[in-house]
């Protein structure tokens, strides 16, 4: 028996950016992490979490990351550990899904976590607003297969295509925040009724 998939705005979203030393998961370092919920198909700031990363030595900061996501190594100094960090994540992760801009970084960076912790990796559903947007566009090319250009999975160019406005990047939390609104507004254009059919 099927059973079926809850109404969309029933589901709490967990948005969730990570900033890293670099884009190899098995090697580099989380430096921040940031999330902010959606319930209730509202997003919550008043509920958002950050915080920076203190390294354990074993993962590797890229000199050029830095550049990207300006998070210097004085600053982390007295940050929590991941472990700690991850314990909020967790948390946070129980309440509903997990939602994020290209799940293939993201999600691989949180797996090494928690396995190198000792922590098991919790049943989730993962939406992906990259996937919604080649959903889109899929939808878009069938009625105007003249008229549809690629789209951008850069999380501040897919923004400006569907009319959000500009935020800084590379900030955890502004980067949680600006994926939870491009997923409102692609979950609005895909007319998605369902969880179902966000994935």
């Known amino acids: 028996m099927l059973w079926p ?28 992490v940031g999330m902010v919920p959606i319930r209730h198909g509202v997003i919550r700031l008043g509920d958002a979490f950050e915080s920076l990363v203190r390294s354990d030595g074993t993962s590797t900061v890229r000199p050029d990351s830095v550049a ?21 994540v967790d948390a946070r992760l129980a309440e509903g899904a997990l939602l994020v801009h290209n799940a293939a970084i993201d999600v691989a960076f949180l797996r ?18 990259v996937q919604l947007i080649f959903k889109l566009a899929k939808r878009r090319r069938f009625l105007e297969p003249d008229s549809v250009k690629e789209p951008s999975i850069n999380l501040s160019a897919a923004r400006q295509e569907l009319g959000l406005p500009p935020y800084p990047a590379h900030n955890a939390l502004m980067d949680a925040v600006a994926t939870a609104e491009l997923f409102l507004v692609l979950r609005q254009k895909l007319a998605a009724r369902t969880l179902g059919q966000l994935r």
Do not use: N
């Open 112 to 129: 090494r976590a928690y396995a190198e912790h000792r922590m098991k990796w919790p049943k989730l559903v993962v939406v992906d607003t």
């Open 68 to 88: 990207v996501h300006e998070v210097v190594p004085a600053e982390v100094r007295g940050a929590p550990r991941l472990s700690e960090v991850l314990v909020s």
């Open 5 to 32: 998939s809850p109404p969309w705005d029933e589901v709490t979203y967990w948005a969730l950016d990570l900033e890293t030393g670099g884009l190899d998961a098995r090697h580099d370092a989380i430096v921040s």
